[in-house]
């Protein structure tokens, strides 16, 4: 009789013990999923700004300044150089909801104004050109990727005011002091 009450004790205590073990991982995983929802209710209404993005060089490094043939909704499928950037594509950048980018103009600065102007077009579903905050809103609510560019340092402007005012006309909004 002493054998069965020890051995139901023990099955009562691991069904305790089990339980709350259980509890406790359900509780973490649905409260990390809990955060994750509410970061992508978040995003839904606040566009995520990626504050760096080179895409154009690597576009210049490893395939001429071409795009026609570029499928930037995969960009894993390029075997790049290896001192390019990691790549972006427009899935990843969808699943992560980014809002906007913003591109670095430092190389052969028209080139790049005039890569990213191409990208901004061939896909025009997906990215908008803006050059004011309002021109943002209107991108992310229309459900785009805010293409934002900027001249990274201010040894691009070669002292001359004249060249500032050109970079503005070309739709450049700000400009980084160094770039190291």
Known sequence: QCKFILAGVSILLSLVVGINIGVIVYNRKSKSSTIEIQAYKILENNPLIDGHNDLAILIRENFQNKTND???????????VEYTPSPTDITRLRQRQVGGQ?????????????????????????????????????????????????????QAIEGSFSILRLFYQMGIRYMTLPHN
């Open 70 to 80: 570029l499928d930037l909704y995969n960009m894993a499928q390029y075997h790049l």
């Open 102 to 154: 913003v591109y670095f103009c430092f190389h052969v600065l028209i080139t790049l104004k005039t890569l990213y102007c191409s990208i901004n077009f061939e896909y025009s579903d997906v990215f908008q050109l803006a050059k004011t905050a309002e021109e943002v809103r209107q991108a992310f609510n229309a459900k785009r990727i805010v293409s934002l560019l900027n001249i990274g340092g201010g």
